[in-house]
């Protein structure tokens, strides 16, 4: 029996990522990353930007906030992009709706050009 290997790039345990391989294709199973909304919150949360003293010191202001969280935002999801090569990844599969946010950027920003497989159900919340 031939081997497979996974490896996990999953954001959390809500949104999903695996890279799985044989030596004889490649897929993706999800593409899960959060939406800007939750990842600014969890930001705020896991470093207290809210607090005046952190504010201050890293150059957070209200102004300012949303830009700033945005580009780390863009920077991170660029980089979890980048981390795979996709150019050797024969199909994508998504199971899940919460799982597509990275679709777009996987089909117009990568040399990925295989198939797009996407269940039913998912689909349905897709359209």
């Known amino acids: 029996m031939e081997e497979i ?3 996990n790039y999953s954001f959390s345990e809500k949104y999903n990522m695996f890279v799985c391989s044989t030596g004889d294709f490649t897929f993706v199973y999800e593409l ?3 939406q800007l ?3 600014v919150e969890k930001f705020e949360i ?3 930007v809210n607090s005046v003293g952190y504010q201050q010191k890293n150059g957070f202001t209200n102004e300012h906030n949303k830009s700033k969280l945005q580009q780390v935002y863009m920077q991170h999801l660029t980089r979890t992009i980048e981390m795979i090569d996709w ?5 994508i599969l998504i199971s899940n709706y ?3 946010l990275l679709l777009p950027f996987v089909t117009e920003r990568t040399e990925f050009s295989g198939f ?3 269940t039913e159900a998912a689909l349905e919340y897709i359209k």
């Open 46 to 48: 896991q470093y207290r």
């Open 37 to 39: 909304y939750e990842f």
């Open 87 to 91: 150019s050797v990844v024969d199909f």
């Open 32 to 34: 899960g990353f959060p």
């Open 5 to 7: 290997q996974i490896i």
């Open 98 to 100: 919460t799982n597509v």
């Open 116 to 118: 797009i497989y996407v």
